[in-house]
Each structure stands twice: as C-alpha cells, then as structure tokens.
C-alpha cells in the first residue's frame, strides 16, 4: 500500500519518468520515509512500555551479586530494556558497581544497552528485513556476554576510580506506577524521541535516495565489497564519529549494501556507530582509569571487527 | 523553598532547568533553583538523571521530563 502511494506521487501526480534518475530517487524516498515512521512509531512505544516495567533501579536489584555468566547474559537482556544514554552513563555505572553488580557483569550491560536499540533495529528490520535485524540483534547480545566475560577476568577493579568504591548511593525505592501512567511514558517517550529524530530519518533517506540514484556501483563494490580486505577495518574506525546515530547512517549504508557492500561490513559499522564513541570514553574516563577504559573500547572494537569478517565469510 | 536540578550537563538536563524556572515563574512562588552537576552530590540523590530535588526530597529521575503541569503539581506538593 506504501508502494502504491509512493508510485502514485511520483509517476503519476508529478509525472517523472520511472527509469529516470530523480524519479527512482524521489520514489525510494516517499516509500522508505513512510515505512520507517510507520515501524519507528508502533515499535519505540511497544519498547517504550515494556521499559516503563525496567527502570535502572530495578535492573541494578536484579544484576546486584549474580554470578559470571549468568549475569553476564542477564545483563546483556537487560540492557536492551532498561532507558540508557550517554550522560547517564557515570551515575548508571557508580550505582551498580556500588551495590555489587560485579565489574564483567557492568561492562555486558554498558555495551549492549546503547548497540541494542530499538532505534538500530527498527530501521534494520525496515531497510533490511527482518533477518538482518535479528542478526545484529543476536550478535550484539553474544557480543556484550563475552566482552563482559573477558573484562570480568581481567580483574581490572584496580583500574576504577577510588572514590567510586567509597561512595555511598541512596537506595532509591523503585516507585510503583500504575498501568495507565507507563503508557503515558510510553507516549512522552516515543513523541519525544521522533521529535529528535525525525530530521537525522528524512535527512539520511535523502542521502540514501541520492546514492540510490547516482553513485556508481563499481565505485562501491572496489571499496566496500566483499573482495577489499580492509573495509570491515575501515568501517569500524569510521562509525566512531558517528555516535548513535543509527536513524541516520542505516538508510545511507542501506543504499550502499544495494550497490555491493558487504553484509558482515555493514554489521560492523553499525555495531560501531551504536557501542563505540569518544563522548561515551570522555564521560567514562570520570569512573575508569585509562588502562581500563583502553581495554574496554579494545575488547569492544575487536570483537566487532571479528563480527565483520565472520559475517562476510557466512552471509 | 529549594529547588535542585541534579544532571551532569547534558541537554535533556538543561531542558529540565528550564522548565523548573517557568513552573516557579508560572506558580509564582519564591523559590531558589540550584542546577546541581557534582557526581558525588547527584548520587546521594538517585542514579537516573535528570533528577529533580524539591526541599531535599526527590520528586522525580530519569527521562522523560515531566510536562509544565506536572512538575507545577510536584512543586506545589512540597510547598
């Protein structure tokens, strides 16, 4: 039915030529931009309640003393649930290892909370399919369990700020809330996130429509196909500076994947685009001391590296 | 009446600032705002920013921010 639409706009009330570069290119963007706020908006506000049901109160009682692995993957859920951004990230993470969620067990949730979004995997699943999103989704988790795991038996305590293990956190109460107010969360939550994203949505689909309708396919296939042994490599190092910024760089690299980019470098860059940026390391070097915070972007950009190479060799 | 903002400066927290001023405005009450950025002094409070302190007790945590009306509601709790 979007399709229709999009067709009727395009081809038949502005009457642009279907096999014509701006027509292609102005049909993909109608099509797509509806198909995403469609999903962004029945999505993020299903997310949105079943957060309302996790604040980081609670998630930080369920983590408190659990063992390695078991926490590990309860964390690494959990972090897809609970509300995270990066400024929260200092108080989230005082007030977990302060109330005994072990470091390893910390680390799984601060790397799956922001790579596992509802955000990523909405505009995966609408640009990609489902099975991608699902993919990444997966591979994230997995992904947050054992870079938990290694940090974990790194022993690195030493390696957190002093005053961090002195501190003394009010036990907040997890305050009840009635059904009828998480569903007026739910829709603060999703009204406020459009409002941010819409711009970085309509502005990375008109990027993609344009690559979509103009940028050779040879030009990508050389540098980003699956035969250039470094572009797992590159894309990881050039989704750093793109922090969080799934809504807008997934329809750009969506229309590049249409012109022979590699699936496992495109798992990659995203995963890098989410979990690793410079402001997150800049706020977290207020809890960690560098050694640590060098192996936990290290551990974290690795494994995202193997992701890549996997994901090419297999899809 | 005291009022602290506790957040460590991002732009949801600053948002939060600006609607604690209006609701004192619009309330017409006399009341002092503190934005509140010290780690240290925030956790004593909650570890959900932006967080809202009215006469030492935390009315509200985390994101989203309540609307005008409710955080008039909040502050006038206290009042």
């Known amino acids: 039915m979007l399709k229709q639409f999009a067709d009727y706009v395009t081809y038949t009330l502005l009457k642009l030529e279907p096999a014509g570069h701006i027509g292609d290119a102005l049909n993909f963007f109608i099509y797509d931009t509806l198909k995403i706020f469609l999903l962004l908006t029945t999505i993020v506000f299903a997310v949105a309640v079943i957060r309302a049901h996790f604040p980081p109160e609670k998630t930080r009682k369920i983590l408190s003393h659990k063992k390695v692995f078991i926490g590990n993957v309860m964390a690494s859920l959990l972090g897809i649930v609970t509300p995270f951004c990066s400024c929260s990230a200092v108080p989230l993470f005082i007030g977990f290892v302060e109330s005994g969620v072990p470091l390893g067990v910390t680390f799984s949730f601060l790397i799956s909370s922001p790579m596992v979004n509802e955000v990523a995997l909405v505009m995966l699943w609408g640009l990609f399919g489902w099975k991608i999103a699902l993919i990444y989704a997966v591979t994230g988790v997995v992904l947050a369990i054992s870079s938990g795991i290694v940090i974990g038996r790194l022993r690195m305590e030493r390696y957190v700020q002093d005053y961090v293990w002195e501190m003394k956190v009010a036990d907040t109460d997890i305050v009840k809330t009635a059904f009828r107010e998480k569903i007026a969360y739910a829709r603060g939550y999703t009204s406020e996130l459009l409002r941010k994203l819409w711009p970085y949505v309509v502005a990375g689909i008109g990027v993609g429509a344009f690559v979509h309708g103009y940028v050779p396919t040879d030009f990508v296939v050389r540098y980003a196909g699956r035969d250039n042994p470094f572009a797992v490599f590159a894309a990881v190092l050039m989704g750093i500076p793109l922090y969080s910024n799934a809504a807008g760089t997934i329809p750009i690299v969506q229309a590049l994947v249409g012109k022979g980019m590699a699936m496992g470098t495109v798992l990659a860059f995203m995963m890098s685009v989410t979990a690793i940026s410079l402001p997150e390391a800049v706020i977290l070097k207020n809890v960690l001391k560098t050694p640590l915070l060098v192996t936990f972007f290290g551990i974290v950009g690795i494994g995202i590296v193997i992701v890549g190479y996997l994901f090419n060799a297999i899809l | ?79």
Not at chain 2, 5 to 23: F, N
Not at chain 2, 35 to 55: A, C, F, H, Q, W
Request: hydrophobic residues 35%.
């Open chain 2, 1 to 79: 009446m005291e009022i602290k903002v506790l957040g460590p400066g991002c732009a949801t927290c600053h948002k939060m600032e600006e609607l604690a001023q209006q609701a004192v405005k619009e309330l017409n009450i006399d009341a002092k705002i503190e934005k509140v950025g010290d780690i240290r002094e925030i956790m004593k409070y909650t570890m959900s920013t932006p967080g809202l302190v009215v006469n030492g007790k935390l009315k509200h945590s985390g994101k989203p921010l309540p609307g005008i009306d409710k955080l008039k509601e909040l502050i006038e709790s206290e009042a």
